[in-house]
């Protein structure tokens, strides 16, 4: 595979921190794509574009016992943890590679169901990504993408240094060449990237975390990715945000961790584009 190099210049606005981790960890076929699990079956091939640490991708490759799954992501040691995680779990029907979505190494029409998840904000050409996708998707195949909405994340109760937290993380985001209220936009990307409008279904789907557990894990990792991330330094770099800012937000984000009454939901956006 080629290196990547995201066109626009485009910047993964989160990094590798371990911050960043402790979420993409958690994630799972079941908590975040479950509109597509109901179509898979056993023999496909699937790609899953920016895989991470692979625990969505070993999820996968489970549901698929008699395909593959080729995980791809832009950093070589960020793969090395999901090889571990597919040795970790005896799986023999993954293997995983650098590769850049706007320019996929793949001949045409090489898998079943192509993947993405929280992919799509963060490219600096969302449709030509989706026209990659689509090309290396089999005829009758799959083009499957899951992105999070951030306008419209909501919590309680409103602590005022979350709204600064929410501002600040759009601009940077946006900055970085990356489009952070991409949910709302996949059906209409979708459709510029050339797929029908009858071969697009748009759907949503929603984290909530309420509990003591979930909050505490919640809001711990955002207050640490506020003040020891990539994202962190390219605020403070950008004169989007000075460190003493960015330290009473992480602040804030202890606050609302703390309290009984917290609560907190991400809406995702989700389209399942038929080839």
């Keep these: 595979m080629r290196s990547s190099v995201m066109p626009n210049d485009a910047v993964y606005t989160?990094?590798?921190?371990?911050?960043?981790?402790?979420?993409?960890?958690?994630?799972?076929?079941?908590?975040?794509?479950?509109?597509?699990?109901?179509?898979?079956?056993p023999h496909m091939r699937i790609l899953d574009i920016g895989c991470g640490p692979g625990t969505i991708t070993a999820d996968l490759a489970e549901l698929v016992p008699q395909g593959e799954v080729v995980g791809v992501d832009t950093e070589p040691a960020i793969l090395e943890r999901a090889r571990s995680a597919a040795d970790e779990r005896g799986l023999t029907n993954t293997r995983f590679a650098v590769a850049d979505v706007h320019e996929l190494d793949f001949p045409d029409d090489s898998f079943c169901v192509v993947?993405?998840?929280?992919?799509?904000?963060?490219v600096g050409d969302p449709v030509r990504a989706l026209r990659e996708m689509r090309r290396v998707c089999k005829p009758g195949g799959i083009v499957a993408a899951r992105d999070g909405d951030y306008a419209t994340?909501?919590?309680?109760?409103?602590?005022p240094g979350l709204d600064a937290w929410l501002d600040l993380y759009r601009r940077v985001a946006r900055a970085n060449g990356g489009e952070p209220d991409a949910g709302r936009r996949l059906r209409s990307w979708a459709l510029e990237a050339g797929f029908p409008a009858t071969a697009v279904t748009a759907s949503a789907g929603a984290w909530c975390y309420a509990t003591p557990e979930e909050r505490a894990w919640w809001s711990g990792l955002w207050a640490d990715r506020t003040?020891?991330?990539?994202?962190?330094?390219r605020a403070v770099e950008g004169g989007h945000a000075t460190e003493a800012e960015l330290r009473d937000i992480a602040d804030a984000w202890r606050e609302w961790g703390s309290r009984d009454d917290g609560w907190f939901a991400i809406l995702h956006g989700e389209v399942l584009c038929r080839v």
């Design 153 to 159: 994340m909501t919590w309680y109760p409103q602590v």
């Design 115 to 122: 993947h993405a998840h929280q992919v799509l904000q963060h």
């Design 227 to 233: 003040v020891a991330s990539s994202y962190a330094r």
């Design 14 to 41: 989160h990094g590798h921190h371990e911050s960043v981790l402790r979420s993409h960890t958690w994630r799972t076929a079941a908590n975040s794509a479950a509109y597509l699990v109901g179509h898979l079956k």
